[in-house]
T-cell receptor, first 110, second 113 residues
């Protein structure tokens, strides 16, 4: 079951903050976040396993609300290097594979 | 190795031709996944191996697609009688056992003409 990501695209200036979201219609066991730059492989950012868990990677953090079956990724004080497409991958109970959403395109401009 | 290695990087195949795509995962990674990524889309699951066992092949789109990992390390994705709709980037990813992040390879871009 493919998760839904929103918004589809975000444009922000260097130093600004943004939030991107990922939601599923099925109960989630874990949520992964990846960033992919054009023509490159997706790069792992973080995995969230528990309800309400928050994690951080540099100035990028994420939360996972197991009850609401959704996760949010917070880009704080954005840098030019944050530009790319962010994919969430969701895993469900009893299933080892990740289902990826269509992605959130993030463009950070100077 | 240091990362997941895929070859070839690019493949152009004539419609009806068979192709074989190779994935060399990170040494010691138990889990190996194949995904298909169309332009502007997220990766779509194809199949999953734990060591040499193919535990899930529910994402393979047709019986023209076949994957193997005979010794629990290198994996090959084979597509027989390629069709235009098979054109995509094929990504391989590996991870440690349990709930860890995936390390993706750079992918093989397959173009069927």
């Amino acid at each position: 079951q493919q998760p839904v990501q929103s918004p589809q695209a975000v444009i922000l200036r260097e130093g600004e903050d943004a939030v991107i979201n990922c939601s599923s219609s099925k109960a989630l066991y874990s949520v992964h976040w990846y960033r992919q730059k054009h023509g490159e492989a997706p790069v792992f950012l973080m995995i969230l396993l528990k309800g309400g868990e928050q994690k951080g990677h540099d100035k990028i953090s994420a939360s996972f609300n197991e009850k609401k079956q959704q996760s949010s990724l917070y880009l704080t004080a954005s840098q030019l290097s944050y530009s790319g497409t962010y994919f969430c991958g969701t895993a469900h109970y009893g299933n080892n594979r990740l289902a990826f959403g269509k992605g959130n395109q993030v463009v950070v401009i100077p | 190795g240091a990362g997941v290695s895929q070859s070839p990087r690019y493949k152009v195949a004539k419609r009806g031709q068979d192709v074989a795509l190779r994935c060399d995962p990170i040494s010691g990674h138990v889990s190996l996944f194949w995904y298909q990524q169309a332009l502007g889309q997220g990766p779509e699951f194809l199949t999953y191996f734990q060591n040499e066992a193919q535990l899930d092949k529910s994402g393979l789109p047709s019986d023209r697609f076949f994957a193997e990992r005979p010794e629990g390390s290198v994996s090959t994705l084979k597509i027989q009688r390629t069709q235009q709709e098979d054109s995509a980037v094929y990504l391989c990813a590996s991870s440690q056992a349990g709930h860890y992040g995936y390390t993706f390879g750079s992918g093989t871009r397959l173009t069927v003409v």
